[in-house]
């Protein structure tokens, strides 16, 4: 399903037209991005929460080149689903 899709699927359950809905969609999203942004977690209760994991510092290599570079520490966005969601997907 896409950004599209649910989009269509909303405007077609609420009756509120696709532009109001894109709207309240891509706000949707950007609030969850300037939340991790500022290394602020996002809960939505029976749904799941967005947050952000640090990656430790590592070295890595280059097996081309043969060389070895230092990767920094950096952050990343995750998402884990609630419990109650993972039980109803398993199903």
């Known amino acids: 399903m896409t950004k599209a899709d649910i989009i269509n ?3 077609k359950s609420t009756g509120v037209d696709k532009k109001s809905v894109t709207a309240t ?6 609030a969850v991005k300037n939340s991790l942004e500022k290394e602020e977690n996002v ?22 080149k043969n ?11 995750a998402f884990k689903p609630a419990k109650t969601f993972t039980l109803q997907v398993k199903k």
Request: avoid cysteine.
């Open 25 to 30: 969609v891509e706000a949707f999203m950007q």
């Open 67 to 77: 060389t070895t570079l230092i990767i920094p520490e950096h952050n990343i966005p």
């Open 9 to 11: 699927e909303i405007a």
């Open 43 to 64: 809960y939505l209760r029976g749904f799941g929460s967005f947050i952000v994991k640090k990656r430790a510092q590592k070295t890595a290599r280059n097996i081309s």
